[in-house]
């Protein structure tokens, strides 16, 4: 029965992770249960929050605070810029940056964990279309 279980998890995390790379877009666990029921693949949300979970421990996936929602990908040194017209993100390396946040924060006497740096605006894209 274990096992039967650790195969189904096995499977909805497969599923997840190749929503989640093919849209490109960052979903949120209610959306990931929509889109994969409208494949055929009908999972809980209690089951999207687990597999959600077991993925970002496994540095598959990572969550986009902005927008409540997960991209796939590495977590790390990264900026998420979201755009507000599309709703894609795009990742910036900047290890420089939060170097330097984590120096801020010790100097501000706050032992740093988790650093999260967002920012919204409008791709290349969605500002030539919003200027025409």
Do not use: W
Request: proline share 4%.
């Amino acid at each position: 029965m274990a096992e039967t279980r650790r195969r189904k998890a096995g499977a909805i995390n497969r599923s997840i992770l190749g929503l989640l790379g093919r849209t490109g877009l960052p979903l949120s666990a209610n959306a990931i249960v929509q889109e994969l029921a409208a494949l055929g693949e009908r999972i809980c949300p209690s089951q999207a929050f687990r597999a959600l979970a077991r993925l970002c421990d496994d540095r598959l996936i990572h969550r986009v605070e902005l927008v409540n929602g997960y991209v796939a990908g590495q977590p790390g040194q990264t900026i998420n810029l979201v755009c507000d017209g599309c709703g894609k993100v795009a990742r910036v390396a900047a290890p420089d940056l939060f170097r330097d946040l984590a120096t801020l924060a010790r100097h501000a006497g706050l032992i740093p964990g988790r650093l999260v740096v967002e920012s919204t605006g409008l791709c290349g894209q969605c500002g030539i279309a919003d200027r025409q």
